[in-house]
């Protein structure tokens, strides 16, 4: 099945102690990107990749890192966080670019206490 | 950064009821989206527009892009109980950025 897995889908930390969400597509698609979602936000773009080792900011970039060392994978890490980084995170993957529509992963819910 | 002005923010309608949604920027996308979400669950895509003045439809969804390229609409006819989600419209400037800009989202709850 076609899809975009994130994990883990819920987690509690403590601030400042570093994490990874991971993220892995399955459908060969070139471009990939991170979300969070806030109440009264919408969406917000975090990060996005157009290839293997090019990536660029998206609109929110403080306080995150990505990667993109193979094509299917695109792990988020918070390598400080802190409470305002308390949000769902949404990885996404598109063949084409991100005009053509991105693949949703099911979402991790990340709480920094 | 830049967001879309959605609206409307909430609605409550009937089942049987049609629903029209929209999106409105102060700059030019050449794509616009439109994305459901339900609860528990990533965005999934229900149209895209590629064309201003395009209007596309999907089952009971009709979605257009403005002739200004700054808006686009969604409408849905005979809503349905499992219509409820939150309807997300996206913007895409294309030209080299990558940038996908989301609005704030319309959530629908249709009562039985």
């Known amino acids: 099945e076609a899809q975009v897995t994130q994990n883990p889908r819920y987690l509690i930390t403590v601030t400042g102690k570093k994490l990874t969400v991971t993220c892995s597509q399955n459908?060969?698609?070139?471009?990939m990107s991170w979300y969070r979602q806030d109440p009264g936000l919408g969406l917000r773009q975090i990060y996005y990749s157009m290839n293997v080792e090019v990536t660029d900011k998206g609109d929110v970039p403080e306080g995150y890192k990505v990667s993109r060392k193979e094509k299917r994978n695109f792990p988020l890490i918070l390598e400080s966080p802190s409470p305002n980084q308390t949000s769902l995170y949404f990885c996404?993957?598109?063949?084409?670019?991100?005009?053509?529509?991105?693949?949703f992963g099911s979402g991790t819910r990340l709480t920094v206490v | 950064g830049q967001q879309l002005n959605q609206s409307p923010q909430s609605m409550f309608i009937q089942e049987g009821e049609d629903v029209s949604m929209n999106c409105t920027s102060s700059s030019i996308f050449n794509t616009w989206l439109w994305y459901k979400q339900d609860p528990g669950e990533g965005p999934v895509l229900l149209i895209a527009l590629y064309k201003a003045g395009e209007l596309t439809s999907n089952g009971r969804l009709t979605a257009q892009f403005g002739i200004t390229r700054k808006d686009s609409f969604l409408n849905i006819s005979a809503s349905i109980p499992s219509d409820v989600g939150i309807y997300f419209c996206a913007g895409h400037k294309g030209g080299g950025s990558e940038k996908l800009v989301f609005g704030k989202g319309t959530k629908l709850t249709v009562n039985p």
């Open positions: 996404a993957s598109s063949y084409g670019t991100g005009g053509a529509g991105y693949t």
């Open positions: 459908m060969n698609h070139e471009y």
